[in-house]
């Protein structure tokens, strides 16, 4: 039965997310359960074109992501795809109309394959549109259930926390991509080194981009609500604790947010939640 085949995919996407990310599946479960299966769905996709391009140094990762984007461009056209990771996906891009979203976030992960710097605000932000704005895009269709009203009003709000998002990852995984992945993604860097001004620069950068993110995440369906405003303390509260550490300590080494802080955070948050205080 096609259906039973379905609900399988959506569990190999949820797997996959559960296996990368134990703080973004806990924030899906805060989702109203109507909404979990495409965002599982979106996740193991973005999850799996990111691992080609980042992790598997030892194959051939072009050819990896070619046939992984030929695989996705047949499943939209045949509405099947026998990899259940992009089976579930391509049901998601043809209900939401995603296409346009999916097209950008395979542009950067291209990139990734052979660009290793970013020298110009225009190219860092293009790459960021196309491998974290976008994603927000994708789940902000889903929330709104395609109310393109609702949608429009919150686009921009959504870029803005993809966008933070993804600046704070850079920034916490600053040693893993110059070191490992030789990848220098900040414009502000001067040969390659995270000088006091640059890291000022780029903490000032996204505590606006967090700033007009909160305008939007207020205003969500209460069915996702919750879920995204945890994922925002979380990011926030990691920002903090980047910018209390010097620049050495950032290049050397990964700053984390413990077990029992990311509990507090969700607690709180829930609290605030219940009481219509976010």
Excluded: W
């Excluded at 959506?10 to 559960?18: E, F, G, R, Y």
């Excluded at 599982?40 to 980042?54: K, N």
């Excluded at 686009?155 to 490992?180: C, H, M, P, T, W």
């Excluded at 995270?194 to 995440?217: R, V």
């Amino acid at each position: 039965m096609k259906a039973l085949f379905d609900s399988s995919s959506v569990n190999c996407s949820k797997l996959i997310t559960k296996t990368y990310s134990t703080s973004f599946s806990l924030g899906i479960k805060l989702f109203a359960p109507s909404i979990r299966p495409a965002i599982y769905s979106i996740y193991g996709f973005v999850r799996y074109a990111d691992e080609i391009v980042d992790s598997f140094h030892d194959y051939e990762q072009e050819t990896l992501l070619n046939e992984f984007e030929e695989e996705y461009r047949k499943s939209l056209q045949r509405k099947i795809s026998l990899n259940p990771i992009i089976n579930s996906f391509q049901e998601i891009v043809l209900k939401y109309d995603l296409h346009q979203y999916v097209d950008a976030f395979l542009t950067s992960m291209r990139h990734d394959l052979d660009k290793t710097e970013y020298n110009t605000k225009e190219e860092y932000n293009d790459y960021i549109y196309g491998s974290a704005d976008v994603v927000g895009l994708m789940c902000l269709r889903v929330f709104v259930n395609n109310d393109n009203e609702k949608f429009d009003h919150l686009k921009e709000s959504a870029q803005y926390l993809g966008s933070a998002f993804q600046k704070v990852n850079f920034l916490r995984d600053f040693k893993d991509d110059i070191n490992d992945l030789g990848r220098s993604y900040f414009p502000e860097l001067e040969t390659n080194t995270l000088t006091k001004s640059a890291k000022e620069s780029i903490l000032e950068d996204i505590e606006n981009d967090f700033a007009e993110a909160y305008k939007g995440i207020v205003q969500l369906p209460l069915e996702s609500r919750l879920g995204v405003f945890v994922a925002y303390k979380y990011y926030s509260k990691l920002l903090k604790k980047l910018k209390r550490a010097d620049t050495t300590s950032i290049m050397n080494s990964r700053i984390r947010i413990s077990n029992p802080l990311k509990f507090l955070i969700l607690t709180k948050a829930y609290i605030r939640f219940k009481f219509n205080i976010i």
